[in-house]
């Protein structure tokens, strides 16, 4: 095991590391209490190449700027990385990753209904992508990309 969350009656997440982190597959994924994740701005995610589903059904999130400054270029896949993230507005903070060996973008913010805008990604380096199904599907207030480009 990579590692475990603590799920303690004050709603306090702790994360015991148990090896380098390669793989962050699922960590938070349903936490319905998880809102503030500032103290993972510190977290060394630069040898991960799995990202997917960390913050999945984490319905309560709304602000990811803590992830900003996160090193994801050894990233493979982001599949369903905020999926179902039903209360995520601003995915601004994600615009200066490096994602260009990433081969799946799958879903990564499927029925996120609030998020606006994905302005802020269109200069993500998405050469090695093949997987976009659904990246943005259910998001109902996501403005269309003409409307953003013009």
């Known amino acids: 095991m990579l590692f475990r969350s603590l799920h303690e009656g004050d709603n306090t997440i702790a994360l015991i590391i148990t090896k380098p982190l390669t793989d962050l597959c699922n960590i938070f994924s349903g936490c319905n209490c998880l809102k503030d994740i500032s103290e993972l701005s510190y977290l060394d995610v630069s040898k991960v ?3 997917d589903f960390i913050f999945a059904r984490c ?3 709304t602000d990811i ?3 900003e400054y996160w090193d994801v270029s050894n990233g493979e896949s982001f599949t369903c990385m905020f999926d179902g993230c039903l209360s995520l507005t601003d995915i601004d903070p994600l615009q200066t990753w490096n994602v260009s060996k990433s081969i799946s973008f799958e879903a990564m ?6 998020i606006k805008s994905f302005i802020a990604l269109i200069y993500w380096n998405v050469s090695n992508c093949i997987y976009f199904t659904e990246m943005f599907s259910g998001c109902s207030s996501l403005e269309s990309a003409w409307n953003l480009m013009h």
Do not use: A, G, V
Request: proline content about 7%.
């Open 49 to 51: 190449k799995i990202f």
């Open 59 to 61: 319905i309560y999130l």
């Open 65 to 67: 700027s803590p992830l």
């Open 109 to 114: 913010f499927r029925n996120c209904m609030k």
